[in-house]
Structure formats: structure tokens, C-alpha cells
């Protein structure tokens, strides 16, 4: 999945390793004070529904800024050019708007542990108990993809046996997670957001200036890759070509909404940090916050990409040199001094941490209040479900580090996860979609359409695409593609079996479905919610529009 290639060991020394050995005391010391805080299951798995939007909103940012996410797109942004922005503008934004201004109400209203507790509600076991398990299986394999990608990294920067790795950073997440729950996670993520980006704006700055600043760089490129790489539209109408392998049908349709607003709406690894706030207004304004960071993400992430490019020509040409792949740590290897060295490499690996424990947190919620509670040991006293909550902790790491090889049959890494995503994430929005805007759905659609849904991306990928019977020019667009079918073939089955079978009733669905409302629902605002700065509106649409804007400066 990750191939590094030779020569990119750093030159650390003992002052780059006591920064790293600084950032785990600090991370085991955060799980420590907050396990004070950890009374009651609600606590552990929710963090009592006590945090401030600020918190939430940069821990949920945090939980998707995994280093998978950091190699992956830099990769990306080195072998597509600009057509990577699209990940962030279009495939990311609108959806976290969405998730904010209209779902928050209901997961949050409705008092839910989990996104599969609130499908429990409106469709019923069977939904429930599907999703619940698609959720544990898909979080259990991300997981593990983090500690693999993290383990061949270390091993080839660092030296270190992959073994090693795996067991120094799965012992940390699991000692601060279960020591501390959800709270542990959350403020670790927001210090692991703060060291990240103090690993990755320097290396950007840095780079920059090596290759001449942005006209530099766009001088070099345009002259290497042609004009079109610098631009985020151009080469992408139906039946063009261009390197990404998609046109703007498949991205709008493919990535902008279904696999997007699939994974933002639907993620419990990212909806978990929202349900935590401590009130509704926080809730609402936990993903509009998230959202204006993640618009600058690709400064920091794609634009190293593109340095890379220009300072390692060969970048990606042959297969056994340097691949895509390789683009952030050829630059941390070429450009930083130590000291500024360690704190690339505490980056990377509180990227990699926070990647994984945003999985397991999300894994053991799942399991512990969704199958194990509900299916298999009902009713028990708080204290039992807390402790059973610990203990799957430790069986969510250790089935990480048995998933992650499954992962090494992928050649990149992003596109192992978006095959994930369009499997997973997308018929579960589907379910969510309609159910919630359409009051007829019964609890058999919700149910026939998950699972229709999921079987028909996992017939397109692994045979339609994967056999050749429909020529798709990448894996990145056979992910689109994946997508729109399984939201199609769900979206079908979930009208065609509802025309078939009984609606629930009206009286159960109250604060489930559009216009309808529940008790938790009418929640006041808290004193300082109704300033105009923390208007959700406000901070939805300006982010939205900030996304828009952009896009102009890759547009031409």
C-alpha cells in the first residue's frame, strides 16, 4: 500500500528523539487528567456530552487529518497536480455544511450514542444491527491502515523494525484511550492538530522558498506538466482525458456528493466528536468549525506535493525509484535541520495516532453500546458496559494490527480508503437521506437498501472494474463510479420496498424525519450561543463561499 523507497533516512539525533519523547509524556499526561472525568459510560464513549465547540470542532478536523491522509493527498497532489483540491472544496465542505446546518439537529436531538442507534430509532433492529456491524468491520480496517502506513514510514525514516512501530504507537493510543475515553481523544486530536501543522507549514514554507516561491513553482510545473496541471477544471469534460481519470460529472456527482456527503454525514469517527458537545449550538457548529481549517488544508498538504515534484523530477516515473508516494518525507529529508526534524517526524506520528484513535474510539462505541449491549448482554448496571468499553479497546487495537495488511494489496494509499468509502459509507447515506426526508420509508427500505446498496459497489469494484467489463481509466474513478451505483441501486430498492410494506407510524417518527420535532430538539440556545459570529447559517454559508472563491485562483 505505502512503498518508500531507499535513501530516505533522516539524520535525527538525541534532540529530534527527546521532542518525540516529550510529545508521548504529554499525550499519556492528557489521558491521565482525563480519566477524572470518566464516571459513566456516557462519559467514557461520549465524554458526558460536556465539551466546548471549539474543542470539538478542531478534534474533528483532527480525527480526519490522519497521516494517511497527509502522504496520501501529497501524493496525490504530486501525481494529479491541482485536480486534488477537489478532495477538499467539493468533496469535503458542502457535506460538513450539510452535516451542521441539517443532520446535527437529529443525531443530536434525538439523544443517540451512535449513527447506527439513531437508524435503531427510525428503521428498526435489523437496520441497527446491519450497520453496526459494517461500522466496526470499516473502523477496524481504517485503523489499521493507520498503523500500517505509519510502521513503513517510521521504518524508513527512522530505522525502526515495523514491529516496533506498531507496538509503541498501538500502546500509546490504546493506554490513553483507556485510561481517559473519548475525552482522552478529543483533546490529544486538538493537541496532535496543533503539532501537525507545526510539522507541515514549515516544511511549506521552506520548499517554497528552495523553488523560487509560487511563481517558481508554477513556472516549473507549467513547463514540465503542461498548463493544465495548475488547474482544478480543465481537461475534465466528458470525454476528455486527463490524469485523474475522471470528468466534472463523476466529480460533482461521484466525489461532491454521494461519496461525500456519505463519509461527512454518516462517519462516526468524525460525527462521535460532535455528539460530544455539550450542548445542541455546539453540536451544530462543531463541523462549521472544522470546515474553515480544512479549506486551507491543501496549503499544507497538496502544495508539498507539488514541491516535491519540482525538486524530485523523478518523482513517481520509475518504478523502482521514488514514488508519489515518497513526497513529504523526500522533503523533510532534503530541507529541515534537527530539531525542526523532530518535530516533522511528532507530527507524522500524531497524525498517524490521531487517524487510528478516532477509529477506535469510534469501534468501541459501536460495539459496546450497539451489538454487545443491545444484542448480546441487555441491561446490565453502567459500571459493566464502562468496563466492557476498556476491554474493547484493546480488542479494537490489536484487530487493527491484524487488518492492516490486508491493506498492502493497494498501491496508494488514498485509494484503498475511498474504495472503503464508497463501499461503506455511501448506501449508508443513502438510508440516512431518505429516511429522513421522505416519512413513508419503512423499517424493511431501510434495511434492503443498506444492504443493496453495499453489495452493488463491491459488484462494480471488485467485477465490473476489476475484470475489465467497464474500462474505467483509474482506481480513484472507479471509487466515483462505485459510488453513484451504490447510491442509485439503494436509493431504487428503498423506494421500491417501501411502495410494498407498511410505513411505521407518524407518532414514533417525531425528531427522526424532516419538519417533525422531539423534546431534546427544543433546546434553548446557551448564553453567548446567540451572538451573530456563532450563527450556524453564518458559519455554513461563509464557508461554502470561502471554499468558492478558492477555487478561482485554479480555475484559469
Same mark, same amino acid.
Given at each position: 500500500?505505502?512503498?518508500?523507497?531507499?535513501?530516505?533516512r533522516?539524520?535525527?539525533?538525541?534532540?529530534?528523539?527527546?521532542?518525540?519523547?516529550?510529545?508521548?509524556?504529554?499525550?499519556?499526561?492528557?489521558?491521565?487528567?482525563?480519566?477524572?472525568?470518566?464516571?459513566?459510560?456516557?462519559d @467514557?464513549?461520549?465524554?458526558?456530552?460536556?465539551?466546548p465547540?471549539?474543542?470539538?470542532?478542531?478534534?474533528?478536523?483532527?480525527?480526519?487529518?490522519?497521516?494517511?491522509?497527509?502522504?496520501?493527498?501529497?501524493?496525490?497532489?504530486?501525481?494529479?497536480?491541482?485536480?486534488?483540491?477537489?478532495?477538499?472544496?467539493?468533496?469535503?465542505?458542502?457535506?460538513?455544511?450539510?452535516?451542521?446546518l441539517?443532520?446535527?439537529?437529529?443525531?443530536?436531538g434525538?439523544?443517540?450514542?451512535?449513527?447506527?442507534?439513531?437508524?435503531?430509532?427510525?428503521?428498526?433492529?435489523?437496520?441497527?444491527?446491519?450497520s453496526?456491524?459494517?461500522?466496526?468491520?470499516?473502523?477496524?480496517?481504517?485503523?489499521?491502515?493507520?498503523l500500517?502506513?505509519?510502521?513503513?514510514?517510521?521504518?524508513?525514516?527512522?530505522?525502526?523494525p515495523?514491529?516496533?512501530?506498531?507496538?509503541?504507537?498501538g !500502546?500509546?493510543?490504546?493506554?490513553?484511550i483507556?485510561?481517559?475515553?473519548?475525552?482522552?481523544?478529543?483533546?490529544?486530536?486538538?493537541?496532535?492538530?496543533?503539532?501537525?501543522?507545526?510539522?507541515?507549514?514549515?516544511?511549506?514554507?521552506?520548499?517554497?522558498?528552495? !523553488?523560487?516561491?509560487?511563481?517558481?513553482?508554477?513556472?516549473?510545473?507549467?513547463?514540465?506538466?503542461?498548463?493544465?496541471?495548475l488547474?482544478?477544471?480543465?481537461?475534465?469534460?466528458?470525454?476528455?482525458?486527463?490524469?485523474?481519470?475522471?470528468?466534472?460529472?463523476?466529480?460533482?456527482?461521484?466525489l461532491?456528493?454521494?461519496m461525500?456527503?456519505?463519509?461527512?454525514?454518516?462517519?462516526?469517527?468524525?460525527?462521535?466528536?460532535?455528539?460530544?458537545?455539550?450542548?445542541?449550538?455546539?453540536?451544530?457548529r462543531? $463541523?462549521?468549525?472544522?470546515?474553515?481549517?480544512?479549506?486551507?488544508?491543501?496549503?499544507?498538504?497538496?502544495?508539498? /506535493?507539488?514541491?516535491?515534484?519540482?525538486?524530485? $523530477?523523478?518523482?513517481?516515473?520509475?518504478?523502482?525509484?521514488?514514488?508519489?508516494?515518497?513526497?513529504?518525507?523526500?522533503?523533510?529529508?532534503?530541507?529541515l535541520?534537527?530539531?525542526?526534524?523532530?518535530?516533522?517526524?511528532?507530527?507524522?506520528?500524531?497524525?498517524?495516532?490521531?487517524?487510528?484513535?478516532?477509529?477506535?474510539s469510534?469501534?468501541?462505541?459501536v460495539f459496546?453500546?450497539?451489538?454487545?449491549?443491545?444484542y448480546?448482554?441487555k441491561g446490565r448496571?453502567?459500571?459493566?458496559?464502562?468496563?466492557? /468499553?476498556?476491554?474493547?479497546?484493546a480488542? /479494537?487495537?490489536?484487530?487493527?494490527?491484524?487488518?492492516?495488511f490486508?491493506?498492502?494489496? @493497494?498501491s496508494?494509499?488514498?485509494n484503498?480508503?475511498?474504495?472503503?468509502?464508497?463501499?461503506?459509507?455511501?448506501?449508508?447515506? !443513502?438510508?440516512f437521506?431518505?429516511?429522513?426526508?421522505?416519512?413513508?420509508?419503512?423499517?424493511?427500505?431501510?434495511?434492503? /437498501?443498506?444492504?443493496?446498496?453495499?453489495?452493488?459497489?463491491?459488484?462494480?469494484?471488485?467485477?465490473?472494474?476489476?475484470?475489465g467489463?467497464?474500462a474505467?481509466?483509474?482506481?480513484?474513478?472507479?471509487?466515483?463510479?462505485?459510488?453513484?451505483?451504490?447510491? !442509485?441501486v439503494g436509493a431504487?430498492?428503498?423506494?421500491?420496498?417501501?411502495?410494498?410494506?407498511k410505513?411505521?407510524?407518524?407518532?414514533?417518527?417525531?425528531?427522526?424525519?424532516?419538519?417533525?420535532?422531539?423534546?431534546?430538539?427544543?433546546?434553548?440556545?446557551?448564553?453567548?450561543?446567540?451572538?451573530?459570529?456563532?450563527?450556524?447559517a453564518?458559519?455554513?454559508?461563509?464557508?461554502?463561499?470561502?471554499?468558492?472563491?478558492?477555487?478561482? $485562483?485554479?480555475? @484559469?
Amino acid at each position: 500500500m505505502i512503498t518508500l523507497a531507499e535513501g530516505l533516512r533522516l539524520p535525527t539525533n538525541g534532540l529530534d528523539y527527546t521532542i518525540l519523547a516529550i510529545y508521548f509524556v504529554v499525550v499519556l499526561g492528557i489521558g491521565f487528567a482525563a480519566k477524572r472525568s470518566v464516571k459513566t459510560s456516557l462519559d @467514557f464513549f461520549l465524554s458526558g456530552r460536556s465539551l466546548p465547540a471549539w474543542v470539538t470542532g478542531l478534534a474533528f478536523v483532527a480525527a480526519n487529518l490522519g497521516a494517511t491522509e497527509i502522504l496520501g493527498m501529497a501524493a496525490n497532489g504530486a501525481q494529479y497536480g491541482a485536480y486534488t483540491v477537489h478532495w477538499y472544496w467539493i468533496g469535503a465542505i458542502p457535506a460538513m455544511v450539510f452535516l451542521g446546518l441539517v443532520m446535527m439537529p437529529f443525531y443530536y436531538g434525538s439523544k443517540v450514542r451512535s449513527v447506527p442507534e439513531f437508524l435503531l430509532h427510525r428503521f428498526g433492529p435489523s437496520s441497527h444491527l446491519l450497520s453496526s456491524v459494517i461500522f466496526a468491520v470499516s473502523s477496524v480496517l481504517i485503523a489499521g491502515v493507520n498503523l500500517y502506513a505509519m510502521a513503513i514510514v517510521l521504518q524508513a525514516l527512522l530505522g525502526w523494525p515495523q514491529w516496533v512501530a506498531i507496538v509503541v504507537a498501538g !500502546v500509546f493510543v490504546l493506554a490513553y484511550i483507556t485510561i481517559g475515553g473519548l475525552s482522552s481523544a478529543i483533546y490529544n486530536e486538538v493537541l496532535q492538530f496543533f503539532v501537525i501543522l507545526a510539522a507541515l507549514i514549515p516544511l511549506t514554507i521552506v520548499g517554497l522558498k528552495r !523553488v523560487g516561491g509560487w511563481d517558481g513553482l508554477t513556472d516549473s510545473l507549467n513547463s514540465s506538466h503542461g498548463d493544465a496541471f495548475l488547474t482544478a477544471w480543465k481537461g475534465t469534460g466528458i470525454g476528455e482525458t486527463n490524469a485523474l481519470g475522471a470528468n466534472w460529472l463523476t466529480i460533482v456527482l461521484g466525489l461532491g456528493f454521494v461519496m461525500s456527503f456519505g463519509y461527512w454525514t454518516t462517519n462516526f469517527a468524525e460525527v462521535q466528536r460532535a455528539l460530544s458537545a455539550k450542548n445542541l449550538s455546539a453540536a451544530k457548529r462543531t $463541523p462549521l468549525i472544522a470546515a474553515f481549517p480544512k479549506i486551507f488544508i491543501p496549503l499544507v498538504v497538496v502544495v508539498p /506535493g507539488l514541491i516535491a515534484l519540482v525538486m524530485e $523530477p523523478t518523482l513517481g516515473k520509475s518504478k523502482d525509484g521514488l514514488q508519489y508516494n515518497d513526497a513529504i518525507p523526500v522533503l523533510m529529508r532534503d530541507l529541515l535541520p534537527n530539531g525542526v526534524l523532530g518535530i516533522a517526524v511528532t507530527g507524522l506520528l500524531a497524525a498517524f495516532m490521531a487517524g487510528m484513535a478516532a477509529n477506535v474510539s469510534s469501534f468501541n462505541t459501536v460495539f459496546t453500546n450497539d451489538i454487545w449491549a443491545a444484542y448480546l448482554k441487555k441491561g446490565r448496571e453502567d459500571r459493566y458496559y464502562l468496563k466492557t /468499553g476498556r476491554v474493547v479497546t484493546a480488542v /479494537g487495537v490489536l484487530i487493527g494490527m491484524g487488518t492492516a495488511f490486508i491493506a498492502s494489496s @493497494f498501491s496508494n494509499i488514498m485509494n484503498y480508503l475511498q474504495t472503503l468509502f464508497s463501499f461503506f459509507n455511501v448506501p449508508l447515506f !443513502v438510508v440516512f437521506i431518505i429516511g429522513m426526508f421522505w416519512k413513508r420509508t419503512s423499517a424493511a427500505a431501510g434495511f434492503w /437498501g443498506l444492504l443493496s446498496g453495499t453489495v452493488a459497489a463491491m459488484i462494480n469494484y471488485f467485477w465490473l472494474y476489476k475484470q475489465g467489463i467497464i474500462a474505467i481509466p483509474s482506481e480513484q474513478g472507479a471509487n466515483f463510479v462505485s459510488s453513484i451505483v451504490a447510491f !442509485v441501486v439503494g436509493a431504487l430498492v428503498m423506494v421500491l420496498v417501501t411502495l410494498v410494506t407498511k410505513p411505521k407510524p407518524a407518532a414514533s417518527l417525531a425528531g427522526l424525519v424532516y419538519g417533525s420535532r422531539s423534546p431534546g430538539m427544543e433546546e434553548l440556545p446557551a448564553e453567548g450561543d446567540d451572538a451573530w459570529y456563532r450563527k450556524p447559517a453564518l458559519l455554513g454559508w461563509g464557508a461554502v463561499v470561502l471554499a468558492a472563491v478558492c477555487y478561482i $485562483p485554479f480555475s @484559469f
